[in-house]
């Protein structure tokens, strides 16, 4: 719950088969507090085991996606304290175990552990006053919840060390030739575009979708060599599923298919 009584720190809506989580701590540009990413886990988790659901959103307010961990939470914490009791670790990296696609729909600020949060969903949509970067160094620390590692795979080393070490914040323009997201849309429509994307996404066959989104994270997370077998197990157990069977027969058959979504 938010400071605010009774206000929720994070806010979800339903749309259709997307499921959206909405940070809510203006007051604090959405600052990434205990609270707030321990409720965000329950949102995202919520919606994995829903059926109603096929992609989840979220999404911050115009001004900020998420200006961070939260500063003032964490400025009198001290190690070994801050290894004992995991800060960060497994609180900040629910979102990884979420089996359906997760869109960032970023306006706004998306600093430090705010960047990072977009950088640990599958798809970034960023609207065009979005600002990306790693101010940690700012404060004497470095980022902690994947930044180091998540931003030289997204944009390279250079532009990686540049932010990390300086701090310099990136424009929607600049981070989508960067590759850290994959398309920039007016500020007004970035919440309908992020509904359209995440409802495509839902309406397709589940277990293919779930497949497609391990297969790209092992490119990530393995070798070459290991990524191409998996995705060949994977490819290869599809031909098990009805879905298979029918998004094939619809093609020839000239007709749109009926997935099983539930
Ligand atoms: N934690 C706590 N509070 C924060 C915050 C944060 N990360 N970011 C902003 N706020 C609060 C401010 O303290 C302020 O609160 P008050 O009104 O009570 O003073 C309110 O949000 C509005 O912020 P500003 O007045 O600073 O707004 P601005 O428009 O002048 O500046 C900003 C916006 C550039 C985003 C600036 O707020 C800022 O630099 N924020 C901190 C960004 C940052 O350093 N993030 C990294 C955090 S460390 C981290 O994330 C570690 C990790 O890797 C996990």
Known sequence: MSEAAGERL??????????????????????LSDALMAELGAALLAFDADPEIGAIIITGSERAFAAGADIR???????????????IGARWETILRVRKPVIAAVAGFALGGGCELAMMCDIVLAADTARFGQPEINLGIIPGAGGTQRL???????????????????????????????????????????IKLAERIGGLSPVAVAMAK???NSAFETTLRAGILHERQLFLSLFGTGDQREGMAAFLEKRSPRFRQS
Not at 20 to 30: K, W
């Open 73 to 87: 939470e964490m400025k009198d914490r001290a190690y070994p304290d801050t290894f004992l009791n995991d800060f």
């Open 10 to 31: 994070v806010k979800t809506e339903r749309h259709g088969r997307a499921g959206l989580a909405r940070l809510n701590r203006p007051e604090a540009l959405n600052a």
């Open 214 to 216: 391990q297969a790209v």
């Open 152 to 194: 030289v795979r997204a944009v390279g080393k250079a532009k990686a060390m540049e932010m990390v070490l300086s701090g310099r914040m990136l424009s929607a323009e600049e981070a989508e030739r960067a590759n850290l997201v994959a398309r920039v849309v007016p500020a007004a429509e970035l919440i309908a575009e992020a």
